[in-house]
């Protein structure tokens, strides 16, 4: 279990690697939703708004510590968004449509490695899938980052207490449509 402060003085993962090419085709995605977009069915249209996964992407980034093992770190962040193989296979079986179930055959029959663009074009995104996405990961993120979560509100406690003594606060008065206090509250941190 982590210390209060144990992580005050590590490096913000967002400081050293970002996965901007996986996090770019998840926004494009997103983005072209349209009227599917989470905010966007709630009552909330705001023309400049970023994609909530881009938000998503930020957050965690900047609470998760940066550590000497940067394949495992990154492992661990693409597990927590959704964005490792296991979770690309659920999200293609979430979506359950013609198209993915065909590219979900053909990738396991012939074992030809698709571009991660296009296993993202036949998936649903990763919000629309639940937390059930996630049940796989907190083994390998627990036992990587020294937690014991089992839900992205336990872990971002755990990881707040780590680096601040308490869960995280966000707050963003420039926040336009609310999407980063948005993403933020349904991470687990107070807005």
Not at 9 to 34: N, T
């Amino acid at each position: 279990m982590l210390k209060p402060f144990e992580w005050q003085d590590k490096p913000a993962l967002i400081e050293h690697l970002f996965p901007v090419q996986k996090i770019s085709a998840e926004s494009f995605k997103e983005q072209m939703a349209g009227a599917g977009k989470t905010l966007t069915a709630l009552g909330s249209y705001w023309k400049g708004r970023k994609p909530l996964i881009l938000n998503k992407a930020c957050i965690l980034g900047a609470l998760l510590p940066a550590t000497n093992k940067p394949l495992k770190d990154l492992e661990i962040f693409e597990l927590l968004m959704g964005m490792d193989r296991q979770s690309l296979e659920l999200r293609l079986e979430h979506k359950n449509d013609k198209a993915s179930r065909f590219f979900l055959a053909q990738e396991q029959e012939v074992e030809v490695s698709a571009t991660y663009n296009e296993w993202v074009r036949a998936a649903s995104r990763p919000e629309e899938c639940g937390d059930a996405l996630f049940t796989h990961v907190w083994d390998s993120v627990n036992a990587h980052l020294g937690t014991s979560a089992f839900s992205f509100p336990e872990l971002i406690e755990q990881i707040g207490i780590a680096r601040f003594g308490h869960r995280p606060r966000v707050a963003d008065v420039f926040s336009g449509s609310g999407q980063i206090p948005f993403e933020a509250a349904r991470l687990g941190c107070d807005v």
